[in-house]
């Protein structure tokens, strides 16, 4: 099992390297513009308090800290803070490493300037070396009949990430409007396998092109051999250099055809937990 090999302090000593290395940059490096101040103060700001969220498979928190919020600034800066330690084993991803795929998901968003992961950085918080991430706050009304067209290209811009980032576990949950009719995709770890291993809500797109502006994004990156090249480097912080390549190949693969996978009718979607 993946979770097993090398045994668990070797997996812990080899995620530790991981996270020392990414940390060399800086929080920003590799960021958004528009994010800077956010990665900086998510990865420095004084923390006021830390709660636990009871969802999920695995221990995460949310941490509140001395710093206004990006896009509401009467209300204080918070982060869903996910400590490698409260990782729960899975037969299929390395151990210690999901808070890892977290952070390099945000970077490949970051690369294509899709702005649909919210900010996320590393953090030595207080249950030791994890992710932290924006927390967004949700939309206080229903998208209307005007945001249908620019909701579909949202959408379709997510699920062009999935397929590059290979992630294997797209709920409909992950998933959040916010103010703007803004589509956020949250909770990302179960990415960058090394073989295909893609599960999407979004499954119904199998086979239909890529939109274009989206597709230019794609391409603009993969032509830039600078900005691919630092993307990949940035990534070998946080990954292995098999999945390093596979990201890499996933990019040459869709720039050639710019067509979302089919995926398997069964095997393709994930379990939705409502």
Same mark, same amino acid.
């Given at each position: 099992?993946?979770?097993?090999?090398?045994?668990?302090?070797?997996?812990?000593?080899?995620?530790?390297?991981?996270?020392?290395?990414?940390?060399?940059?800086?929080?920003?490096?590799?960021?958004?513009?528009?994010? +800077?101040?956010? %990665?900086?103060? @998510?990865?420095?700001?004084?923390?006021?308090?830390?709660?636990? !969220? &009871?969802?999920?498979?695995? =221990?995460?928190?949310?941490?509140?800290?001395?710093?206004?919020?990006?896009?509401?600034?009467?209300?204080?800066?918070?982060?869903?803070?996910?400590?490698?330690?409260?990782?729960?084993?899975?037969?299929?991803?390395?151990?210690?490493?999901?808070?890892?795929?977290?952070?390099?998901?945000?970077?490949?968003?970051?690369?294509?300037?899709?702005?649909?992961?919210?900010?996320?950085?590393?953090?030595?918080?207080?249950?030791?070396?994890?992710?932290?991430?924006?927390?967004?706050?949700?939309?206080?009304?229903?998208?209307?009949?005007?945001?249908?067209?620019?909701?579909?290209?949202?959408?379709?811009? +997510?699920?062009? %990430?999935?397929? @590059?980032?290979?992630?294997?576990?797209?709920?409909?949950?992950? !998933? &959040?409007?916010?103010?703007? =009719?803004?589509?956020?995709?949250?909770?990302?770890?179960?990415?960058?396998?090394?073989?295909?291993?893609?599960?999407?809500?979004?499954?119904?797109?199998?086979?239909?092109?890529?939109?274009?502006?989206?597709?230019?994004?794609?391409?603009?990156?993969?032509?830039?051999?600078?900005?691919?090249?630092?993307?990949?480097?940035?990534?070998?912080?946080?990954?292995?250099?098999?999945?390093?390549?596979?990201?890499?190949?996933?990019?040459?693969?869709?720039?050639?055809?710019?067509?979302?996978?089919?995926?398997?009718?069964?095997?393709?979607?994930?379990?939705?937990?409502?």
């Amino acid at each position: 099992m993946a979770g097993d090999s090398g045994g668990d302090a070797e997996n812990v000593g080899r995620g530790r390297s991981r996270f020392e290395a990414a940390l060399t940059e800086g929080p920003a490096g590799g960021g958004r513009q528009a994010d +800077v101040e956010t %990665l900086r103060a @998510l990865a420095e700001a004084p923390i006021e308090g830390t709660g636990q !969220l &009871l969802y999920g498979s695995n =221990a995460v928190f949310l941490i509140e800290f001395d710093a206004p919020d990006p896009d509401l600034p009467d209300e204080p800066l918070r982060a869903v803070y996910k400590p490698t330690r409260g990782e729960r084993p899975l037969w299929d991803f390395p151990r210690h490493t999901l808070y890892l795929r977290e952070t390099a998901t945000y970077l490949v968003d970051a690369a294509l300037d899709l702005g649909h992961v919210p900010p996320t950085t590393l953090r030595d918080g207080p249950l030791g070396p994890g992710s932290v991430q924006l927390f967004v706050h949700p939309a206080e009304h229903d998208p209307g009949p005007d945001d249908s067209d620019s909701l579909e290209l949202q959408l379709r811009q +997510v699920a062009l %990430l999935d397929v @590059l980032v290979n992630n294997a576990d797209r709920k409909r949950a992950h !998933l &959040l409007v916010t103010q703007g =009719a803004r589509v956020r995709a949250i909770d990302n770890a179960l990415t960058f396998l090394p073989y295909p291993r893609q599960r999407t809500a979004l499954i119904a797109l199998g086979g239909t092109q890529i939109p274009r502006s989206a597709e230019a994004r794609l391409r603009a990156l993969a032509d830039d051999a600078a900005r691919m090249n630092a993307l990949s480097a940035r990534l070998a912080r946080l990954l292995s250099s098999e999945e390093v390549d596979a990201f890499v190949h996933r990019v040459g693969e869709l720039t050639t055809d710019p067509v979302y996978p089919v995926l398997d009718d069964w095997d393709g979607r994930p379990f939705e937990w409502w």
